[in-house]
């Protein structure tokens, strides 16, 4: 029997006659698929700065992007992308009203920003 290389060991040391193939697929393809998406699955780890960061509080959106938030990145990115009035209201429950809202407001997107942004949060 002649020895055609890797596949074959695999396939000696599974004893399946596949099934080293798609375990090496489903390997590549899964370490693809992570790099690929890596920045948007793990925004935290992220080494380049983002344009945009959008979250919506209260019915408004805001684009925390520009924002030195104190919690650090990874507290700004669980708000990325969603409606994140319940998360900022648990955070921010002893900060004074009127000081907050205003430091946010600095962060409002235009209304045609907003309008774009809108979508489906029931799922």
Known sequence: VKHQGL??????MWKFDYSAEILLI???????FLYKFRECL????????KDHLYTRIHGVWYDLAGFNHPGGPVALNLAGGRDSTELFESHH???ERKRLMQLLGKFRVDDKVAKALEFDFSC
């Open 26 to 32: 489903i390997g590549a393809m899964s370490a693809f």
């Open 42 to 49: 793990f925004p935290e780890i992220s080494t380049r700065p």
């Open 7 to 12: 596949l074959d060991d695999f396939r000696l």
């Open 93 to 95: 429950y002893l900060m």
